[in-house]
């Protein structure tokens, strides 16, 4: 897996662990809250650079390899060796899009924030100035 959609999944994973935790351990994690926001921020950021990172790596990887003709040769099972129908020339890395994590990471949040707020640990306000922090806002039908 992409190490910035693994690294964005893990903290979706911690946060949700978090919201259906005892109120005891909720408390404990919010205790930390400004270090977990600043997770969420961060990782949002690198999912939204990911595509600009991937072209670097293309483009840095595809100018090596012809520059210095680059020959790869995998093992062929048939062959029983170097194959004898490949051209040997290097595969480039394939770009692979977020599916969805993204909305997982900013709702995970969002749930976690939420539950911290029933149990009365932050106030409206400071509920709305962290949903704004990473980017998504209230639903009223969540506060009732
Ligand atoms: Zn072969």
Redo the contacts with the bound molecule.
């Keep these: 897996m992409i190490y910035t959609f693994e690294k964005s999944d893990l903290i979706t994973k911690q946060l949700r662990k978090f919201t259906t935790a005892y109120t005891h351990h909720v408390v404990g994690q919010y205790a930390n809250i400004d270090f977990w926001i600043n997770e969420v921020v961060t990782s949002l950021k690198a999912i939204d650079e990911h595509k600009k990172r991937f072209d670097k790596l293309y483009t840095a990887q595809k100018e090596w390899t012809e520059d210095h003709g680059t020959v790869i040769h995998k093992y062929?099972f048939?062959?029983n060796g170097r194959?004898?129908?490949?051209n040997g020339k290097p595969s480039l890395p394939v770009y692979k899009q977020e599916k969805g994590l993204r909305k997982e990471l900013v709702d995970a949040a969002y749930f976690f924030l939420l539950r911290c707020f029933r149990i009365g640990l932050l106030t409206r306000e400071e509920l709305k100035q962290k949903c704004d922090t990473i980017g998504t806002s209230i639903d009223p039908n969540d506060l009732e």
Excluded: K, M, T, V
């Design positions: 062929c048939i062959c194959c004898e129908f490949s």
